[in-house]
């Protein structure tokens, strides 16, 4: 008996970071183009055209339409602003550099992305406390925590 039908077969064309919807976080991605095979005892022989592409999140495994890469360019973008202009006005009006990049890291950031997103909140001028350490934006007079009058330092 001669069995034979068609089989798809999957290749990485390429890969890179994008927002899984299901994680909700960026994660890996690798994206897969099909062929579909005639096949004879189940061995791929002849092409017989495209099966479509699709994106695999490399930690949840789930699959998704290519569309979904289109997220990544559009939809953090109003997010990153929102979160600039929060932690601005939250720095300048007297809230601690070290405090706020706590806060975005337990909210999820990585400590890098956190220390990236305050510099270009406020910059990299701080004030310091000569008491407690805590570092603010160089608009802040005064210290949150013991109230003392803030020194300028530039940052290292
Ligand atoms: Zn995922
Ligand atoms: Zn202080």
Do not use: W
């Amino acid at each position: 008996m001669i069995i034979f039908g068609t089989k798809a077969r999957y290749k990485t064309v390429d890969s890179g970071e994008f927002f899984c919807p299901s994680c909700q976080k960026t994660r890996q991605y690798e994206r897969k183009q099909g062929k579909n095979y005639f096949s004879l005892y189940f061995v791929p022989v002849i092409p017989m055209g495209d099966a479509g592409e699709f994106i695999e999140c490399q930690t949840c495994g789930r699959s998704y339409h290519p569309d979904v890469l289109k997220q990544r360019l559009s939809k953090p973008q109003p997010d990153v602003a929102r979160l600039l202009n929060t932690v601005k006005s939250r720095l300048e009006n007297g809230y601690p550099v070290e405090y706020m990049i706590r806060d975005l890291t337990d909210d999820g950031l990585d400590r890098d992305v956190a220390l990236n997103t305050v510099q270009m909140a406020i910059g990299r001028q701080r004030c310091q406390c000569p008491n407690c350490d805590l570092t603010y934006a160089v608009s802040v007079q005064r210290c949150a925590d013991c109230d003392r009058t803030l020194r300028e330092v530039q940052e290292r």
